[in-house]
């Protein structure tokens, strides 16, 4: 169940800035965008020296064979004698080293998650012929976790939900608050390294990665946001990107706003998939026994607790419409078997609201909502607050954001009344709106040049990367890569069971035999 919530946490971010000084421009040096395997590898990265790892997060179990160290890199890649930062890297070794053929490094998402002990995760749900075949190379990105952590100062309450929700009446007036206090704080505490924390940097690191191992090419599995960072890398060093597979992904046309605005479109094409569920098992929920009933009382219950938010016994909590809506759509992100767990929080919440739950009810909230959080995923030593602190650095850094607050009022207003499930909050305005300054560099192009190396993986009905995303990284990489669609609901499509199978065994195969199919593949 940890596991389960600490993924959608993390991989719903939210962003923030203010007055750290201004970055260098790329053009006081050499443009950032040059800084390609060409001129990357005229440093040598030292070899990691592997050793134990640092003690994981609360629930995340650690595979035997994987052993950590770290890479100092560059905080500014213009500058590679300059400030270094530290890389924090993990390593499952392949079970037949005789016939290795590379690495393939993994990325969880995010951005902000930490990815040190991803190798553990892919571990379980990849194949033997995989695991035999590559080093499972995991690695926190640079300002999270064990990677230099940055923070700004966030209290626990701003971390749950992770996510600014408008006012019931729709208003963004506490958003834009709340967004510049973030900005502000996030300048105060990491000010220094703020800009710094991209995600072409974080791709120039990966390279360092590679070079640290001594291989001419690395091979990825990058899951959600880690998709944006492959693409990002197979295109920074296209001789250097072996074969790729993109589970879930954003659309690099949509970065960062328009991205996670789709999320309201992705919500209402799951949502149905559990409104059946909930029809078909009435005395779960009590929701009533059609989809369309069920819908109308969700709504109902979320508006209730907007006018009567109730305090969760046993923790410091207030449940209130936008905590149900958060937990409902990170639940829906979960494969369909997580149903009766989100059947069971919504009757919990139910009967919180009317006054009459039970204990059984109290202790299923009170076991929940800690895992909910966004420092749930975050590692013991490391600030609280760093999921989501990286999390704004690479949303604000990587592109501007509108800076006119009546953008995103304008965004809340129609998304509210299209998409009333979601309420609005996957347009609302982030710390991105003030951050200071302009990023250090034009945001990366992903287009079709290059090898047709890269499969992308994608659920139909995908509440945090909708099908249509999918279709634009498809789209933007042109025939570089091959689509593999799910019939199923849910985010993230790697080593998930169902129609999810075929995706995966269609990914092994690849990893495998470097083939990707001439078409496109439907997995029904």
Not at 363 to 384: I, R, Y
Not at 460 to 473: A, S
């Amino acid at each position: 169940m940890k596991k389960v919530l600490a993924v959608t946490a993390a991989a719903i971010v939210v962003a923030g800035a203010a007055a750290y000084a201004l970055p260098h421009t790329a053009a006081a040096d050499e443009p950032l965008m040059s800084l390609t395997q060409d001129t990357a590898d005229l440093t040598q990265s030292s070899a990691i020296s592997w050793g134990s790892c640092p003690s994981p997060p609360v629930g995340v179990q650690v595979d035997p064979r994987q052993s950590c160290g770290t890479l100092k890199v560059p905080l500014d890649h213009r500058r590679p004698r300059g400030k270094q930062v530290t890389i924090a890297v993990s390593r499952i070794p392949a079970t037949d080293q005789a016939k290795k053929r590379g690495i393939l490094v993994v990325n969880p998402g995010g951005p902000g998650s930490e990815g040190l002990n991803w190798p553990s995760v892919v571990a379980q749900q990849t194949s033997g012929p995989v695991l035999a075949s590559y080093d499972l190379i995991g690695f926190d990105p640079r300002g999270v976790g064990h990677s230099d952590p940055v923070t700004c100062g966030l209290t626990a309450d701003e971390l749950l939900p992770p996510t600014p929700y408008p006012g019931p009446d729709g208003s963004i007036a506490e958003n834009v608050t709340e967004a510049r206090s973030v900005a502000r704080r996030c300048a105060a505490e990491s000010g220094d390294v703020m800009p710094y924390l991209t995600t072409a940097n974080t791709a120039r690191d990966m390279d360092r990665i590679r070079q640290s191992l001594g291989q001419r090419k690395l091979s990825y599995l990058g899951s959600s946001y880690g998709t944006y960072l492959g693409a990002v890398y197979a295109t920074l060093f296209p001789r250097n990107a072996d074969r790729f597979v993109l589970d879930s992904a954003v659309d690099p046309s949509r970065v960062w706003h328009d991205q996670f605005a789709t999320r309201s479109q992705g919500v209402a094409d799951r949502f149905p998939d559990f409104a059946k569920y909930a029809a078909d098992h009435p005395g779960e929920t009590g929701f009533g026994s059609t989809p369309r009933a069920v819908k109308a009382a969700y709504l109902k219950l979320a508006a209730s607790l907007d006018t009567r938010p109730v305090a969760v016994p046993g923790t410091p909590t207030t449940l209130n419409g936008d905590l149900l809506r958060y937990l409902t759509s990170a639940l829906l992100g979960q494969p369909d078997e997580a149903f009766p767990v989100l059947a069971q929080t919504w009757r919990a919440a139910a009967g919180l609201a009317a006054g009459n739950a039970g204990e059984e009810d109290i202790a299923w909230l009170n076991q929940l909502l800690p895992s909910a959080s966004a420092s749930a995923g975050v590692s013991p030593g490391v600030p609280a607050d760093n999921a989501i602190a990286a999390a704004y650095a690479v949303a604000c850094d990587d592109i501007s954001w509108p800076r006119d607050i009546k953008t995103y009022a304008r965004a809340v207003a129609a998304d509210r009344k299209a998409h009333p499930l979601t309420a609005g909050a996957p347009a609302t305005v982030w710390p991105c709106a003030f951050w200071p300054g302009t990023p250090i560099e034009p945001v990366v192009k992903i287009t079709g040049r290059g090898e047709r190396n890269i499969m992308i993986l994608q659920n139909e009905r995908d509440p945090n990367t909708p099908l249509e995303t999918g279709k634009g990284m498809h789209k933007a990489l042109g025939n570089r890569s091959a689509l593999v669609t799910v019939n199923a609901g849910g985010h993230l499509v790697y080593g998930n069971q169902g129609p999810a199978t075929c995706a995966t065994d269609a990914a092994n195969l690849f990893l495998l035999s470097g083939k990707l199919p001439h078409r496109n593949v439907h997995c029904s």
